[in-house]
């Protein structure tokens, strides 16, 4: 079964190939608009050696990991104090939902006045563009939380930080991981948006770079890394922390 | 003086807008040792009584009293066994029964000494590493109630738990639950609404009223223990509670 789905994404892969490099033999655009799949190739394996690729990789991954932590900790601060604090779920919950709807990349122009081409500025935009999607899940577990199993605990002398660290936080993980994992996803899109528009290191600038030198297969090839590291980190990290999550809660 | 009281409990609920008396001067007293029972029709606002026993919700009116000093929130001398449990699925059985005693600070050998104890107590030392999901109903309410018992508390404050068992786990809980009152000689307050449990469980029954309920009456059930449930003679103490159940009157 398993052996079979695997299969059956190995020859969708190859079938895209190949139909890619039909299309480019047919010649009905020119090289340098429509790249053959092995010219991108080339490329990626360029950008291996020359080890652009892999600080490219570290650079982008590095800014994600750090601005992906702060918007998990700021989130979970705020969505616990929303679900917990009707007064903060009044004035500070409204503000949350109208500032999630503001794509990160808007968030740009404001981190390069504030902090300059460096690397807070695009840390900031990575941070802001995912905080309020975990926030929002993080309030949504807290708030279905069982009452019972608040109240089991303050009936056994569990208070304030106890109480969170202790019932709060784990009876909303699930939740919680929903709200991580769409919250790498903004994470992933701000980190490369910033990046593009900041032409400061990481694989945006690269991208961009392809796009200024007018080397498509090098803007293709970036894009098949982003949206590879993106599958990858989808299904090994997240998926995998949803898995045990959702059998140890029993939830599956 | 009683080891619990309850003075003159009022309790309101809002109903479509409207104040609406649930507790209408409950008075309840509670020896040391006493294993109580609390019937009453659905909805009378037993379980609410008990809330407020355990500090869990606050009273509009009335105090409790516990060795004669006046409570006004929750504390590990009343625990509460819930009625669904209220189990922690994201621990194992043993750090469910030692929750309480963790969060109280004590060092993590004694925490399993003391629930080797209550694990063993309740026939669940070989789940001891087991998740929530993996136990039975009747085995979630033994975790339940081991996790009770351990915080070693003065009243055990008990919530129908044993309303979604299947009959035969409910019989063999009844009689386990009186050696663990024998054993351990806690102070019990068991809310129910099955009569026959109520008779076999309780030294004394009280029956409240429809609402705005009050204790209406006290049964006391002077019968050898352990008993069980098929015991003919527990009829006439059942008969009783029923008939001062059925004599509400309307409301």
Redesign the interface.
Known sequence: MKANLFGKKIVFYIAIILVWQAIDSADIWPDNIFPSPIEVGEDLIYGMSDGSLFYGIGTSMWRLIVGLAIAICGGMILGIFMARVETVNQTIGSLVLGLQSIPSVAWVPLAILWFGLTDVGIIFVTAIGAIFAVTINVYTGVKNIDPSYIEAARNMGAKGSQLITTVLIPAAFPYMITGFKQGWAFAWRGVIGAELLFSFLGLGFLLNVGRQLNDVSQVIAMMLVIMGIGILIDGFVFKRLEDKVMSRWGLR | MGKLEAKNIEKFFQHDGKPLKALGGVNLTVNDGEFVCIVGPSGCGKSTFLRIL???EKPDGGEIMLDGKKLDD???E???V?Q?G?L????TVRDNVE??L???GIPEKERNEISNRYLDMMQLTQFANS????LSTGMKQRVAIA?ALV?DPDVLLMDEPFAALDSQTRDLLLVEMQLIWKKTQKTIIFVTHNVPEAAVLGSRVAVFSARPSIVKKIIDVDYKRPRVAEDENLGTYEKEILSSLRHQGPK
């Open positions: 355990a500090g869990l929750t504390g590990p009343r625990i509460m819930f669904e209220a922690f699925p994201w621990l929750y309480g963790k969060i109280s998740y929530t999901y993996q996790r915080m």
